[in-house]
T-cell receptor, first 110, second 114 residues
Framework: GQQLNQSPQSMFIQEGEDVSMNCTSS?????WLWYKQDPGEGPVLLIA?????ELTSNGRLTAQFGITRKDSFLNISASIPSDVGIYFC??????????FGAGTTVTVRA | DGGITQSPKYLFRKEGQNVTLSCEQN?????MYWYRQDPGQGLRLIYY???????QKGDIAEGYSVSREKKESFPLTVTSAQKNPTAFYLC?????????????FGSGTRLTVV
């Protein structure tokens, strides 16, 4: 699988700020997934997107499946300290294989 | 509660040794996957299995081997042929035929060559 282009690579954010990260691909995907990974643990699914243009929220998290099916973004509103971690995007193709971005490391300044 | 269990959490390997990482799931998932994670990189697929007694190579299979004798278990062996085995290894599973839902991941095994 290909590696997706995820940006930014890292970010320092102030508690209470809204932040955004995105992922782009040269290929079309039929599903976009966003995961969060805490240090030394496995990724946990945050949001799944199944349709081009879909906008989905999960608490303070909002993600969108791009119209071209080649991109997605994730927003976190009103950051809190427990938002620290690495966020990964993943695109799923028709054979159900996942391609991952390199991750966005989020550090919150209290 | 159902989930995926990886063991051990930490593993140290001497040069030239083979080591086996365990992955067990009680989710009744058909497909299982092994990924390797290196700092600053996304997860890379090593091997995957969609049914018992069948598995396919992923993108970085060289130096690794797997077996799938039971639905619940998908052990990964890191052989001496793997030149740079130090990494964080993640096992995942998925129910076949479900168009929705992502993969469920285990908590990982950190392998270090000493």
């Amino acid at each position: 699988g290909q590696q997706l282009n995820q940006s930014p690579q890292s970010m320092f954010i102030q508690e209470g700020e809204d932040v955004s990260m995105n992922c782009t691909s040269s290929s079309i995907f039929n599903t976009w997934l966003w995961y969060k990974q805490d240090p030394g643990e496995g990724p946990v699914l945050l949001i799944a997107l199944y349709k081009a243009g879909e906008l989905t929220s999960n608490g303070r998290l909002t993600a969108q499946f791009g119209i071209t099916r080649k991109d997605s973004f994730l927003n976190i509103s009103a950051s809190i300290p427990s938002d620290v971690g690495i966020y990964f995007c993943a695109g799923r193709s028709n054979d159900y294989k996942l391609s991952f971005g390199a991750g966005t490391t989020v550090t919150v300044r209290a | 509660d159902g989930g995926i269990t990886q063991s051990p959490k930490y593993l140290f390997r001497k040069e030239g040794q083979n080591v086996t990482l365990s992955c067990e799931q009680n989710l009744n998932h058909d497909a299982m996957y092994w990924y390797r994670q290196d700092p600053g990189q996304g997860l890379r697929l090593i091997y995957y299995s969609q049914i018992v007694n069948d598995f396919q190579k992923g993108d970085i299979a060289e130096g690794y081997s797997v077996s799938r004798e039971k639905k619940e278990s998908f052990p990964l062996t890191v052989t001496s042929a793997q030149k740079n085995p130090t990494a964080f290894y993640l096992c995942a599973s998925r129910r076949q035929g479900m168009a929705r839902g992502g993969y469920t991941f285990g908590s990982g095994t950190r392998l270090t060559v000493v």
